[in-house]
C-alpha cells in the first residue's frame, strides 16, 4: 500500500511538473505574441504571470522591460533590466536598452563609472559565480587531499614541493571567500529604482534643507533605515535619504 501511494504521490508531481512547463512555455508564446502585436499591457500581463509561476528568470524580465519601456512606463522598464541583469550580470542587451530608457528622461543622473579595481572586485563577486567558485574550491580541496594521500604513502607524488601543502590551502582559502562573497550577493540586491517623477531626495531624514528633486527611473544603491527612510547612492556618487515608498529594490530583502 505504502509503495502504491508513493506511485501516486510521484506521478501526480510528474503531472504537475508537466503541467507547470506547458503553462510557462503558454504564457511565453502569448506574451511575445503580444509583445509582437504591439499589445504591450497584455504582454506585460502574460510576462508577470510567467514570473509567478516559473520564478526569477533574466530573460522573461527582459521582455517585460522592454514591454513596459514600449508602453510608455520608463521606470517599470529599468527596473525589469536591472533584474535581469540581477540573474545574468552579462546580458548585454539589458545593459544596452537600460542606458535606452534612460535615455529618454531628460534630467537623468549620469552614472559615475567605477575605479578600475573596483569593477574588477564586483565582477568576481558577482552572484552569478558563486557556483563557479565553489566548484574550484572543491577541485582545490580534493587536490590537496589527493597529495596529501600520496605523500603520506610515499607511493605517488612523492616528489611534491612542500610549498605547495601551503599554497593550496591558502588559495583555497581566498577561493572559498569568494565563493560566500558571490553566494551572498546572489541573493541581494541593494539596488533600487526610483519610480516616480520628482522624488525628494534630502540630507537626513525628515530635514528637508537643500533637498535634491531626483528624475523617475533614477538607480541608486541603499544602505540604512531610520523609519519611512532609507539613505542612497547615486549613480554621480552624491548621498542622501529617500522616503522608502519612492523606492522599488530590484531584488527585495528579506530583511527589509
Given at each position: 500500500m505504502k509503495r502504491i501511494l508513493q506511485f501516486l504521490y510521484f506521478s501526480l508531481y510528474s503531472l504537475g511538473s508537466f503541467a507547470a512547463a506547458d503553462s510557462a512555455s503558454l504564457y511565453w508564446?502569448?506574451?511575445n505574441s503580444a509583445y509582437l502585436a504591439r499589445q504591450y499591457p497584455e504582454a506585460i500581463v502574460y510576462y508577470e504571470q510567467l514570473l509567478r509561476l516559473q520564478g526569477s528568470n533574466a530573460l522573461v524580465y527582459f521582455n517585460l522591460g522592454?514591454?513596459?519601456y514600449k508602453n510608455n512606463q520608463v521606470s517599470k522598464a529599468v527596473l525589469n533590466y536591472e533584474r535581469a541583469l540581477f540573474y545574468n550580470p552579462s546580458l548585454k542587451q539589458a545593459k544596452d536598452n537600460r542606458l535606452l530608457a534612460q535615455s529618454r528622461?531628460?534630467?537623468s543622473i549620469k552614472e559615475s563609472k567605477d575605479i578600475f579595481f573596483v569593477a574588477w572586485w564586483k565582477n568576481l563577486?558577482?552572484?552569478?559565480?558563486a557556483n563557479m567558485w565553489a566548484v574550484m574550491s572543491l577541485l582545490l580541496f580534493l587536490v590537496f587531499l589527493l597529495l596529501l594521500l600520496g605523500r603520506i604513502s610515499g607511493r605517488y607524488f612523492t616528489r611534491t614541493p612542500i610549498q605547495a601543502f601551503i599554497f593550496i590551502p591558502v588559495f583555497n582559502a581566498a577561493v572559498l571567500f569568494l565563493a560566500f562573497s558571490a553566494a551572498h550577493n546572489a541573493g541581494f540586491s541593494p539596488r533600487a529604482v526610483v519610480m516616480n517623477a520628482n522624488t525628494v531626495m534630502t540630507m537626513a531624514p525628515n530635514v528637508y534643507k537643500g533637498q535634491?528633486?531626483?528624475p523617475?527611473?533614477?538607480?541608486?544603491?541603499?544602505a540604512e533605515l531610520s523609519g519611512n527612510w532609507i539613505s542612497v547612492s547615486?549613480?554621480?556618487n552624491r548621498r542622501g535619504w529617500i522616503q522608502s515608498p519612492e523606492l522599488t529594490f530590484v531584488h527585495q530583502p528579506a530583511t527589509r
Open positions: 508564446n502569448k506574451g522592454n514591454a513596459h528622461i531628460s534630467s563577486v558577482a552572484g552569478s559565480r535634491v528633486i531626483l523617475e527611473a533614477t538607480v541608486v544603491e541603499t547615486l549613480p554621480d
